[in-house]
């Protein structure tokens, strides 16, 4: 002992360097740990601040759209965290605000603005009322965000088809059941979503996660493409959140979705010096997660309550969803101008450009690539300051440059500022569609109400037939007319990207889109049942087709006749491509030419 505490204590030693380290460790994790505390909740205290300010102006936004607390709430929220200039993916920092703190920052009025906003009961309602579908999420911290169905149809009629109340408790015991784009498919949640889409002039969607009490995992470690406000509304939910994992380390993952599909990010890799924010959310309360931060969740509590199902709604801010980022943009620009992008390799629109040596950049210049369009940027009058037209092409000319000066010389100047206002073109489209989305789910909701209230008088009321106008008025059809017009702006944005290649398309029969061969990679929109949805090929066998949709479902054996090719492959030249050809491949290459013409 007497040896070990000489060694400990002589500097030289192999134990004493140790110590060192180990000291060193140790102040720097506690350091770090205590920046981190005093980041978040600045942040969150510089939201509460703004909410102060900013509630009366919320409830007169509720009052035009005959919206409740709640949604005032929501809009009073993220109006406040636009005010507050929240970082959004890389450059932001979660955050959590609790129940007490929102009641007192909007004056004491509205105790319950989120808790019991939505419940089981209004889960049951909803099922009841309409044609949902869900997912059931693993649980396994070892493996990836898993996703499986939680009902298949017990025969060919409507009753049969659709899924039940049971079907999801049945799930849960299982894991999280997850309700993907639920604020378009029930109209309760409808009207949250547009005041959150008033607020920041994005197109956003919300998705509702129920978890069974008593889950260890409920989420396994992950990362999201958006920035996230998680509600919770009824039950308990315990939070990890973690720093954003090393891109350069895993150059080819996705940095905003880590830990899904085949990419296991195990809770190991996310070691105690990353753990920024570790909480339990209770009904009422708020929690900021920025786009590609790691997290992961749990339901068990020691005291835990006999019916203690937790209900969260998270609400999506999808910049990078849709393509509203400085690495989207300058794909685009480069695209559009012909010009090859030798630094980092994104070409085609089935490259997956947040993959790859754009995850080598230096730390900096990877961050500003990476970041969202600021918002703003689709208001009616965007701020001069940040998120004007010239403030954005300014931005993206000086990151293009940075990246690489040789391939940013050969973009026409005027080109940076006509793709910054296509993509303007591009996001305002978007939010004008999904406003109307939530618009006409809130008139159906009123609908049912007044149905309701027509036959409440009775002591068994009956159930609601199931006429051809009924359904026709169901989410599973209504939703579908805007989520066509969705991809139609997506697919325009696209084609323009292509128009300056003049030969793109030449040459290609006029059915090229569901005629020509498809290889895993491809991105195509699946035909489900009279509406096509964005996808990614899986997997090719004969005329059999498997495709992963941007949520993360799957749909397997789909024939070729129901995907459509969204960009067609560019037509082979007699001229070979020179761009990336060395000074000596690019000499033989001519004195070839040269022989050739003399023959």
């Known amino acids: 002992f007497f040896a070990l505490l000489v060694a400990l204590t002589t500097p030289g030693t192999i134990a004493f360097q140790c110590r060192q380290k180990v000291a060193i460790h140790t102040f720097l994790c506690a350091s770090v740990e205590a920046i981190q505390a005093t980041d978040t909740e600045s942040v969150g205290g510089g939201v509460l601040d703004q909410m102060k300010a900013n509630h009366g102006k919320a409830r007169e936004y509720a009052d035009m759209f005959g919206l409740g607390a709640t949604e005032a709430g929501l809009f009073c929220l993220f109006d406040s965290m636009r005010k507050a200039g929240i970082g959004l993916g890389l450059k932001g920092s979660p955050f959590v605000l609790r129940k007490d703190d929102v009641t007192s920052a909007i004056g004491g009025q509205d105790d319950n603005l989120f808790d019991g906003f939505f419940t089981m009961g209004d889960l049951e309602k909803a099922l009841e009322d309409d044609f949902l579908d869900a997912s059931r999420g693993s649980t396994d911290n070892r493996k990836g965000w898993k996703i499986a169905a939680v009902s298949n149809p017990r025969g060919d009629s409507f009753e049969e088809a659709r899924m039940r109340f049971e079907d999801v408790q049945k799930a849960l015991e299982k894991g999280t059941v997850i309700f993907n784009a639920a604020g378009a498919h029930i109209p309760k949640l409808a009207g949250s979503c547009l005041a959150v889409t008033d607020a920041t002039s994005t197109p956003n969607a919300m998705n509702l996660y129920v978890t069974a009490n008593g889950k260890r995992t409920s989420a396994p470690p992950h990362t999201d493409k958006q920035d996230v406000v998680v509600v919770q509304t009824s039950g308990r939910k315990f939070w990890r959140v973690y720093m954003p994992t090393d891109p350069s380390a895993k150059p080819m993952a996705d940095l905003f979705a880590r830990g899904k599909g085949e990419d296991n990010l195990a809770l190991h890799v996310l070691d105690e010096g990353s753990l920024l924010l570790e909480t339990t959310l209770n009904p009422g309360d708020l929690l900021f997660i920025p786009a590609g931060f790691p997290h992961t969740t749990a339901t068990a509590f020691d005291d835990s309550e006999e019916d203690g199902t937790s209900v969260h709604m998270t609400i999506n801010v999808d910049t990078h969803v849709w393509e509203l980022d400085y690495l989207s943009a300058r794909r685009l620009a480069l695209r559009r ?226 995907l459509k090719l969204l960009t067609p492959p560019a037509v082979q030249s007699d001229e070979p491509d020179t761009a990336n050809m060395t000074k000596k491949q690019l000499k033989r290459w001519k004195k070839q030419q040269e022989k050739n013409k003399n023959q």
């Open 337 to 562: 101008g012909c010009v090859q992008d030798s630094a980092l390799g994104q070409t085609q629109e089935e490259e997956n450009r947040y993959c790859g040596k754009v995850n080598e950049l230096p730390k900096e210049l990877h961050s500003d690539i990476f970041d969202a369009l600021p918002l703003g940027f689709l208001d009616e009058t965007p701020p001069a300051n940040v998120a004007s037209v010239e403030s954005v092409t300014n931005e993206l000319s000086k990151i293009a440059k940075g990246v690489d000066t040789e391939t940013y010389s050969k973009v026409d100047e005027t080109l940076w500022k006509e793709t910054v206002e296509r993509l303007r073109i591009h996001g305002k489209n978007l939010v004008s569609i999904h406003r109307d989305m939530y618009l006409a789910a809130l008139e159906e909701g009123r609908a049912r109400k007044s149905e309701d209230e027509m036959t409440a008088h009775l002591d068994k009321p009956k159930k609601k037939a199931m006429t051809p106008e009924r359904m026709q008025r169901l989410s599973l059809f209504r939703v579908q007319r805007y989520y066509e017009q969705i991809n139609k702006c997506k697919a325009d944005l696209i084609e323009w990207s292509y128009a300056g290649k003049t030969s793109h398309s030449a040459g290609l029969p006029e059915d090229w889109a569901f005629s020509l061969p498809l290889k895993v990679g491809d991105q195509v929109e699946a035909d489900l049942g009279g509406a096509f949805f964005p996808a990614t090929v899986t997997r090719v066998a004969n005329n059999s087709y498997d495709v992963k949709f941007f949520d993360g479902d799957m749909e397997n054996g789909l024939e070729r006749s129901m």
